[in-house]
């Protein structure tokens, strides 16, 4: 069994080499996070891909000399592992609201000692005391959200005001939609009317009947950059985050957004410390300097998201706060609902979308 | 992968195998300890997660308490599918890199001596740039309002965008792309080391460059061809990013479906279980593939 001769030997070495280099390559620029070091001056931030700018660290590290080290995650549940498995020392966390509500519940997070956080008065109140922490304790909210349709106005003529109207044969080919199971299954439960927060036998299997029909019109699952596809010309209409929508609403005006009559999926990002932070107070200073109006406007700047302070919000200029997909209306807020934390539902609508999608 | 094994690398069966001396061994521990702390461990908690359950209080935490409950669920026919659609992906995506490397590699192999290393640099200058940002270039040649549809619609050879992006041809093709210089490689080391002579003969003996090819050529070159085979299959059946930035995840492929269980599904045995049968596969094509060992040593 010994006929592989040394040059193809060599050549393995070489590929080898190479899968190495190019994983060096891949793998970016990186923060190293070690355990030793133990100075007050450091704060470990780990947080969502895309969602903190630059200059907002920059200008942290500038006032308060503290040096920010920053590790990205793309998902809830990749933060929830990393911090489960213990050993990943951070000193903030930024959980959605099921998340947060879940890291309540396995005490995982340090209670917040407001004296020191006071711009926590500039939050609005729809944004205060949301049910997955009601008083606040443990977070605060550092951007919301919803998910809602953005459709090409030019080559969709039928109107569209819910998932009922995205999703119909016309479309076949022409959608894309999150590569998220849950808000998939969210969408059918939010058309027929069901609770989006109790999750069982019943209420799944009336959304696979509705999702059978709807999946096989699906173009495109992205989660990452819907907009692409849209901007593209690859696919006409889709179900988007609304700060990735108010991004195509302001890069073209072919685009129009909606928020689904049905209701849909209302989400909160926030800032909490995790059990085993080692710089509280620092992690409070960073909360407290979001909370500042003239930094808060930064985030609404390159992430068009619903921006939860209100004195930030006075900041912001007339076209920021009348872009329909970053500040709903008042009668559109009354149509959304957050997540609460569904436990071992979660892998049988993973199963649900998977097998649907497989077909 | 025994065959790569040091101490077995011998060219020919005849000579009896070596075994590492104590100054061998103590070379290789840094290697064995590598393999074994980050390898063989991690496979093996793999291996005894795939058997664990979950806990139903907090589905997130594993419960280690026997159950074949998530191999039961991995032959349901929706995995089987999945399974068999990535396989099929990158099977096809080995064999257009061997029909596209081959000549490639045979050319680089055969050309003078100075100008390999340049033409062998060509090959890697793509592995500079992180496969993503390469894939990503895809998408705006390929989108339909890209480069590609551009160029069609303005030379007047299609009225409307044509639909490149997100279908199957795009992710075999960011498949080829990404993982062809690993089947030119292993396949320009063995032509490099192929001696011109056995083709004369060949040549001499009345041969024609087909027969020459299929009966000298290609056997004598077998060893990279398997090599290339395998460093492009493997790794395409469980790629995940291109398949969906390409493809659209319209099919997810095992890959995908393997990571979401143990993140989005938080069902980590059941993924963990996926990940055993996709090694057991593995082992198997290497078994079947396996050199057979060769009556007369050519050297």
Redesign the interface.
């Given at each position: 069994?010994?006929?592989?001769?040394?040059?193809?030997?060599?050549?393995?070495l070489?590929?080898a080499l190479?899968?190495t280099?190019?994983d060096k390559?891949?793998a970016?620029p990186e923060t190293p996070i070690s355990r030793e070091t133990k100075s007050p001056g450091e704060l470990r931030l780990f947080c969502w891909s895309e969602y903190v700018p630059q200059t907002v660290i920059d200008k942290f590290t500038e006032e308060t000399g503290i040096n920010v080290y920053v590790e990205n995650y793309a998902?809830n549940?990749?933060m929830?592992?990393k911090l489960?498995a213990g050993g990943a020392l951070y000193d903030l966390v930024q959980p959605s609201e099921y998340a947060t509500e879940m890291l309540i519940k396995?005490g995982m997070l340090l209670p917040l000692n407001k004296a020191n956080i006071p711009n926590f008065k500039n939050l609005a109140p729809e944004f205060v005391g949301m049910g997955y922490d009601p008083q606040n304790t443990h977070s605060v909210p550092f951007m919301g959200g919803s998910v809602g349709i953005v459709y090409n106005k030019e080559r969709i003529k039928t109107p569209v005001n819910g998932f009922g109207d995205v999703f119909v044969p016309e479309h076949a080919?022409r959608i894309?939609v999150p590569?998220?199971?849950?808000e998939i299954v969210t969408m059918a439960l939010d058309h027929l009317g069901l609770p989006i927060n109790e999750i069982n036998a019943d209420s799944l299997a009336a959304a696979r009947t509705v999702l059978t029909d709807w999946l096989k019109l699906?173009?495109?699952?992205?989660s990452d950059s819907p907009k692409?596809?849209l901007l593209?010309?690859?696919v006409d209409l889709g179900i988007v985050w609304s700060g990735e929508g108010a991004l195509i609403l302001n890069e073209s005006d072919k685009f129009a957004w909606v928020l689904p009559r049905e209701g849909a999926h209302l989400f909160v990002d926030n800032l909490a410390i995790p059990k085993t932070a080692r710089n509280k107070a620092g992690a409070e200073a960073f909360i407290n300097f979001i909370l500042r109006p003239e930094v808060s406007i930064l985030i609404s700047e390159e992430f068009p998201y619903t921006n939860p302070n209100t004195e930030a919000r006075k900041l912001l200029s007339p076209e920021q706060l009348a872009n329909p997909a970053s500040f709903p209306t008042k009668e559109e807020w009354a149509r959304l609902e957050i997540f609460h934390d569904i436990?071992?539902a979660?892998?049988d609508?993973?199963?649900v979308v998977?097998?649907l999608?497989?077909q | 992968m025994?065959?790569?094994l040091p101490g077995?690398?011998?060219?020919t069966?005849a000579t009896p195998r070596r075994t590492p001396g104590p100054a061998g061994w103590l070379l290789l521990s840094p290697l064995l300890l590598w393999l074994g702390l980050f390898v063989v461990v991690p496979t093996l908690l793999l291996v005894i997660l795939s058997f664990c359950s979950?806990d139903?209080?907090?589905?997130?935490?594993v419960l280690y308490a026997f159950t074949l409950e998530n191999y039961v669920r991995a032959f349901q026919p929706?995995?089987l599918?999945?399974l068999g659609?990535s396989l099929l992906y990158a099977f096809l995506t080995a064999i257009l890199c061997l029909v596209m490397g081959y000549p490639v590699a045979y050319f680089i192999g055969r050309a003078p001596e100075g100008r390999r290393n340049t033409l062998l640099a060509l090959v890697?200058i793509p592995?500079?740039?992180?496969?993503?940002i390469r894939t990503y270039a895809w998408?705006t040649i390929l989108?339909?309002?890209?480069f590609l549809n551009g160029i069609l619609q303005a030379s007047g050879l299609t009225s409307a965008?044509v639909?490149f992006?997100?279908t199957p041809g795009a992710v075999v093709l960011g498949l080829v792309y990404n993982y062809l210089?690993?089947m030119i490689?292993?396949?320009?080391?063995?032509v490099?080391?192929l001696d011109q002579s056995l083709i004369e003969a060949a040549y001499d003996l009345g041969a024609r460059p087909w027969s020459a090819l299929v009966e000298v050529i290609l056997p004598l070159t077998r060893?990279?061809i398997?090599?290339g085979f395998f460093?492009v299959f493997v790794p395409s059946i469980a790629m995940f990013a291109i398949t969906?930035l390409m493809g659209?995840?319209?099919?997810?492929t095992v890959g995908e479906?393997i990571q979401?269980?143990?993140?989005?599904?938080?069902?980590a045995p059941?993924g963990a279980a996926l990940g055993t049968l996709l090694l057991l596969l593995f082992f198997a094509g290497l078994w079947a593939t396996?050199?057979r060992?060769?009556p007369e040593p050519i050297d």
């Open positions: 069994m010994n006929i592989i001769r040394p040059s193809a030997f060599a050549a393995l070489a590929c190479l899968a280099g190019c390559k891949t970016g998902s549940e990749e929830l592992a489960q396995e080919g894309v590569d998220d199971a849950r699906v173009k495109v699952y992205d692409t596809a593209n010309g690859d436990g071992g979660a892998s609508i993973d199963g998977t097998d999608r497989a | 025994g065959y790569l077995s690398s011998t060219p069966s979950r139903p209080d907090a589905p997130g935490r929706t995995y599918k999945i659609s890697m592995f500079w740039t992180s496969f993503l998408v989108s339909n309002q890209g965008p639909d992006m997100y210089p690993f490689l292993p396949i320009y080391g063995s490099e080391k060893p990279g398997v090599a460093l969906t659209g995840g319209a099919v997810p479906v979401k269980q143990f993140t989005a599904a938080r069902h059941f396996k050199p060992r060769e």
